[in-house]
């Protein structure tokens, strides 16, 4: 596996890795890996004939009141976990690299970006998409693979590629993979290891809460009364507060009073101790409702 913190050592190396019409997935983070970061190292190399991990803790998606200071970083740690999977390069560029000096250009994904996660964190789409886009343009990916538990950021970053009209990736070619979870059901997070034992004990309560929601809706429940007795679930459970509990549109993220026929999710973020923690779950309407 190379390592490569240079922009024009990156393109050089994603050139040879293209020699005789090989293809490229690149699957972007932010390092901390764990067992969620591997499944879509996994994928992607089960789509394309190398992969390419970022590592890029990135600023512009972070509030000054957020942990940007804090966000874990374990880069040898990380690379012995790629150098294991396989993956033929890892591009690690410092803030420099990617933010040089005179840098003023901001990517805004308006609409799908104006609710839950990009209310509660006012500028962090903004620094996703700016970011992810970058990353598109550096290492020019025949597929991109992203988690589904970030849903929100995961359908600004399509949004983003069908408006700008990239093709490399193309938008149906950047693939969104299932939510890795613990044996409690608790989504797999770098921001996990934030939590205390206590801490980490109540959070499964997150998913069984949302499970419970599910079932509510998809049997014709108020949607508005059920979210307010997960909210309240979750409040009883150990969490501190609830930044938002929402049933959306899976794909415009508008926000939905009612279960249709069109694909729904099931989105929540909640903060237990110091932590923030984020998950989401399909909705899928039972049999004969409307």
């Known amino acids: 596996m190379q390592t490569i913190t240079r922009l024009e050592m990156l393109r050089n190396a994603v050139g040879v890795l293209r020699?005789?019409?090989?293809?490229?997935?690149l699957v972007p983070t932010?390092?901390?890996?764990?067992?969620?970061?591997?499944?879509?190292?996994?994928?992607?190399?089960?789509?394309?004939d190398h992969v390419c991990v970022s590592i890029f803790v990135n600023p512009t998606q972070f509030a000054p009141n957020e942990d940007l200071d804090a966000y874990p970083r374990q880069m040898a740690e990380d690379t012995a976990m790629l150098e294991a999977e396989e993956v033929s390069l890892l591009w690690a560029p410092a803030v420099t690299e990617m933010y040089p000096g005179g840098?003023?250009?901001?990517?805004?994904v308006a609409g799908i970006s104006d609710n839950f996660c990009?209310?509660?964190?006012?500028?962090?789409?903004?620094?996703?998409?700016?970011?992810?886009c970058k990353l598109f343009n550096q290492v020019q990916p025949d597929i991109a693979c992203f988690g589904e538990k970030d849903?929100?950021?995961?359908?600004?970053?399509?949004?983003?590629?069908?408006?700008?009209?990239?093709?490399l990736p193309k938008p149906e070619a950047i693939a969104g993979?299932?939510?890795?979870?613990?044996?409690?059901?608790?989504?797999?997070?770098s921001r996990n290891r934030y939590l205390s034992p206590a801490d980490r004990q109540n959070a499964a309560s997150l998913p069984q809460a949302m499970q419970v929601a599910i079932a509510r809706i998809t049997t014709g429940a108020d949607v508005a009364a059920t979210l307010a007795a997960l909210e309240?679930?979750?409040?009883?459970?150990?969490?501190?507060?609830?930044?938002?509990?929402?049933?959306?549109?899976?794909?415009?993220?508008?926000?939905?009073?009612?279960?249709g026929t069109r694909p729904a999710r099931l989105l929540v973020a909640a903060r237990i101790g110091g932590t923030r923690l984020?998950?989401?779950m399909p909705v899928i309407a039972a049999r004969g409702m409307s």
């Open 103 to 108: 840098f003023a250009t901001s990517i805004t």
């Open 278 to 280: 984020i998950d989401n």
């Open 151 to 167: 849903w929100q950021q995961l359908a600004v970053i399509r949004r983003m590629a069908r408006d700008l009209d990239l093709t």
């Open 118 to 132: 990009g209310a509660s964190r006012p500028g962090h789409f903004d620094g996703v998409a700016s970011v992810v």
């Open 177 to 189: 993979i299932p939510t890795v979870r613990e044996a409690d059901g608790l989504a797999m997070s």
């Open 232 to 259: 309240s679930s979750l409040l009883g459970s150990g969490f501190n507060s609830v930044d938002y509990a929402g049933l959306a549109d899976a794909d415009s993220l508008a926000p939905l009073d009612s279960l």
């Open 30 to 48: 932010m390092g901390a890996l764990h067992e969620g970061h591997l499944t879509l190292v996994r994928e992607a190399r089960r789509r394309a």
């Open 19 to 25: 020699t005789n019409g090989k293809t490229l997935a």
